[in-house]
């Protein structure tokens, strides 16, 4: 077989500058992105200003563009974004950064409007602008000191009245590449605009006092005052103030004390978290993951030599939440010798469990696949195949060394497919089903002490009597 020739600028250079251009030219007539590459490139050799006009025209016309994009032209409209900044960076960006950092922002200020035009559920769209975002960080080191000092204001100019958080992702990018007194007066600035709206007694102007807030909390962490920061966070509402963050920070910096009153405060009320497995369990969603602040607040406590408490918080919080996580923190912490004991006692705790999917999840995770399958035997009757997003993996894992407890799972999810009539899932239900013929001899070896338990010659017997009509099943079976 003959291999295609690598590209290189080497071989492409020993192509001849005529051939090369043929090529190009080709290329440019096929492609719109590709020929306003080029033409910026062309552009390049008169100067920056003349790369400036080329990207101003195309900005102005994203600007004022009001059509709604349908998803045919969805890919070429990111195409062209995506180009847009590509120009911005690589060409205007190597003759004046501060001419593309300018650009930059008045692209990004696009966003709102862009996001009005299209369904960018794909992530696509926003892929780009993330791509911008990235590229103005890259550039503030380029930036002569003067240009530097004036990158706040350039950046609150174009980002200080959007509400979708690029303000806030902006600075995030910059902050690290920015003098020391820069930051300073950024903040003093920010201060001062928030002083101005909080003495506004009605706000009938838009308000991004929280994107403010935040900037401002960057630029607390960038000057490592730790101080400026909480007092900022202290002054969110308290159902928006992250406890466990300001506890973690003041806990690394020795601030044991302050971590406690900090993460004894009540929790954040975010999106709610709901795993598989509560789900399953029935169990209702955590608005803040139990082990995350579990783990800190042990630490905070043995920060304190209150190991005792520590030790008691970690393993209650295992109790309740079965997180395999937070049961390796307390055996780490354990004398030598202990973890063994300890392991019986958490293994029997989650066999215990009438919270069967977390228990599953756990003894699986840590690994003791031995213990899953007795749970999946125990429980026998219990799993339900609709739980298709944790049960394959789990009967997979199983199928060697336990194939009855397999054998158990892959039965529940067949039925359910075939229960419910879901026919998308008919070629899953196949795959069971032939999973179920290869498991037979090892699990009636082990089932060989279990007075319920049918065996697989009856149990297909039973799927061809109350599903035999399922005709599409059934051909997707014979065709294995």
């Given at each position: 077989m003959?291999?295609?020739p690598a590209?290189?600028?080497e071989?492409?250079?020993a ?6 251009a043929?090529?190009?030219?080709d290329?440019?007539?096929?492609s719109v992105?590709f020929?306003r ?7 390049g050799?008169?100067g920056p ?13 994203l600007?004022?563009?009001?059509g709604f994009i349908?998803?045919e032209r969805a890919r ?5 974004l995506?180009t847009t ?12 950064p501060?001419?593309a ?5 008045r692209?990004?200020?696009?966003h709102?409007s862009v996001?009005e035009?299209?369904d960018?559920s794909?992530g696509?769209?926003?892929?780009v602008y993330?791509?911008?975002i990235?590229?103005a960080g ?6 002569a000191?003067?240009?530097a000092?004036?990158l706040?204001a350039?950046i609150m100019?174009a ?6 958080g690029y303000?806030?992702d ?6 690290d ?5 820069t930051l300073?007066a950024?903040d003093?600035d ?5 002083r101005?709206q909080?003495a506004?007694a009605?706000?009938?102007h838009?308000?991004n006092?929280s994107?403010?807030?935040?900037i401002?909390?960057i630029?607390?962490?960038k000057l ?5 920061l909480?007092a900022l966070?202290a ?8 406890t466990?963050?300001v506890?973690t920070?003041?806990?690394e910096?020795?601030r044991?004390?302050?971590a406690?009153d900090?993460i004894?405060r009540p929790?954040?009320?975010?999106i709610a ?5 509560d789900?399953a369990?029935g ?10 602040r579990?783990?800190?607040e042990?630490?905070?406590?043995e ?7 520590a030790?008691?918080l970690r393993?209650?919080?295992f109790?309740?939440s079965l997180?395999a996580?937070?049961?390796r923190e ?7 010798f202990?973890?063994?004991p300890?392991?019986?006692?958490a293994f029997?705790?989650?066999?215990a469990s009438g919270h ?8 699986m995770e ?9 749970l ?7 799993w339900?195949?609709?739980q298709?997003?944790?049960l ?7 199928a060697a ?11 529940a999810l067949?039925?359910?497919i ?7 899932a008919y ?5 069971h089903l032939a999973?179920l013929d ?7 070896a082990?089932?060989?002490t279990l007075?319920?338990?049918?065996s697989?010659?009856?149990y297909?017997?039973?799927l061809?009597k109350a599903h035999g ?5 059934w051909?997707?079976?014979k065709s294995?």
């Amino acid at each position: 077989m003959v291999r295609k020739p690598a590209l290189s600028i080497e071989a492409l250079t020993a192509l001849g500058a005529a051939k090369l251009a043929r090529l190009v030219l080709d290329e440019a007539e096929r492609s719109v992105p590709f020929r306003r590459l080029v033409s910026a490139a062309l552009a390049g050799q008169k100067g920056p200003d003349a790369i400036a006009g080329i990207v101003d025209q195309r900005l102005s016309a994203l600007e004022k563009a009001r059509g709604f994009i349908d998803w045919e032209r969805a890919r070429a409209f990111r195409d062209d974004l995506a180009t847009t900044v590509a120009v911005i960076c690589d060409e205007l960006g190597e003759a004046s950064p501060v001419m593309a950092l300018d650009r930059l922002l008045r692209f990004i200020a696009t966003h709102e409007s862009v996001f009005e035009r299209i369904d960018d559920s794909s992530g696509r769209i926003q892929s780009v602008y993330d791509q911008a975002i990235t590229a103005a960080g890259m550039l503030t080191p380029r930036l002569a000191q003067a240009d530097a000092t004036q990158l706040p204001a350039r950046i609150m100019a174009a980002l200080g009245n959007t509400s979708h958080g690029y303000l806030v992702d902006v600075a995030r990018a910059v902050a690290d590449h920015l003098p020391r007194g820069t930051l300073c007066a950024w903040d003093a600035d920010l201060d001062a605009h928030q002083r101005a709206q909080d003495a506004t007694a009605h706000r009938n102007h838009f308000s991004n006092g929280s994107q403010v807030r935040e900037i401002r909390q960057i630029i607390a962490e960038k000057l490592g005052d730790l101080d400026g920061l909480i007092a900022l966070e202290a002054k969110k509402p308290p159902n928006l103030q992250d406890t466990i963050d300001v506890a973690t920070r003041l806990l690394e910096a020795g601030r044991a004390q302050e971590a406690l009153d900090w993460i004894h405060r009540p929790a954040s009320r975010r999106i709610a978290y709901l795993s598989a497995m509560d789900l399953a369990d029935g169990l209702g969603p955590d608005p803040d993951p139990f082990s995350r602040r579990t783990s800190i607040e042990a630490k905070i406590l043995e920060a304190l030599d209150r190991k005792g408490d520590a030790q008691a918080l970690r393993w209650s919080a295992f109790e309740a939440s079965l997180d395999a996580g937070i049961l390796r923190e307390y055996i780490a912490a354990l004398p030598d010798f202990e973890d063994f004991p300890t392991l019986d006692r958490a293994f029997a705790h989650a066999l215990a469990s009438g919270h069967i999917y977390n228990a599953l999840a756990f003894l699986m995770e840590w690994p003791r696949l031995d213990l899953a399958a007795g749970l999946v035997i125990a429980h026998r009757g219990e799993w339900e195949g609709r739980q298709y997003y944790m049960l394959p993996p789990v009967a997979d894992a199983l199928a060697a060394d336990h194939p009855l407890a397999s054998t158990i799972l892959y039965r529940a999810l067949l039925d359910d497919i075939l229960a419910r009539a879901r026919s998308k899932a008919y070629p899953h239900a196949a795959r069971h089903l032939a999973r179920l013929d290869e498991l037979t001899p090892g699990a009636a070896a082990e089932a060989g002490t279990l007075k319920d338990w049918v065996s697989h010659a009856d149990y297909r017997a039973s799927l061809e009597k109350a599903h035999g009509r399922k005709s599409g099943f059934w051909s997707l079976v014979k065709s294995r």
